[in-house]
């Protein structure tokens, strides 16, 4: 069984998610906070990697994702190896991980476990998509000015300087951008995640979580529209067919604009049954 695959207990509850959306029990991160008692902005930090679960709350989210009582100690386990400091008992954390991998993954799996605990890009690639402001302040760092002083974004946007230090760290080990006398060069000015990737849903709503927490701040001049309306399928088909023509329009729209801000757009369109 995949869960088994990974030694970060944060990869294993993406799997632990996308097996109940295949069961039909789409869970949103409110509700996976709500379970766990605690507020969706921290569990947005605990999947970025800028925070930790503890003991109860691996417990609660254990029993929300419906883990059997044998996943359920394998993910206590890797959330005792991911919090160890002491280099003695973190390489006998992962040597009891192994051991249980071993018993649980076939040849080829176990193969393709210690490849996925190898792999340290994968590492920052999982903090860019599983923190939302590391795609915002990707996005800044496209604009000549804020290259050149990246810590002012924090009284621009609200981030604090430490989780700036974070992600501008992320955004570093990906490749993205190079430091350079206090400022920044701007290596690579998009990313793009496959439909395909277990890291599609959350990060989705991830940044649906924080758009809606922007929208509704005070300050915001955000343009915002929500209807409930009744139709067909064959309706439904034609809105997102016009959906997708503005879309084009807007890119056309994007590419000639000076880039001189960051600004978010983002359409839902579903059924209630």
Known sequence: MLLYSYTDY????LWALDRMALRGQRL???ELAQAMRVQSP?????????????EDQIYLLSEKLEMSDEES???SLLLRYS???VKARKEKLLRQIQRIQKEKLSPAENRSAAALS?????????RYYLDPWAQIIHMYLTIPTWQKKPMELCEKTGIAADHLGSVLKTLEELGIIQARDGAYRLLKDQLHLPKTSTLCRPQQSLMKT????????????????????????KTRIKIQSEFVEFLKSVERLVADA???????????????S
């Open 10 to 13: 944060r990869k294993s509850v």
């Open 28 to 30: 949103t991160y409110g």
């Open 42 to 54: 921290y569990l947005s930090k605990v999947f970025s990697g800028a925070a930790e679960l503890n």
């Open 73 to 75: 100690e394998y993910l």
């Open 83 to 85: 919090r160890a400091s």
């Open 118 to 126: 190898s792999q340290s890009t994968d590492e920052a690639m999982n």
């Open 210 to 233: 924080l758009c809606l927490h922007r929208a509704l701040t005070p300050e915001s001049e955000a343009y915002s529209f929500l209807a409930t309306f009744t139709a067909n399928e």
């Open 258 to 272: 000076p880039s001189e801000d960051v600004y978010q757009i983002q359409f839902d369109l579903f059924g209630w």
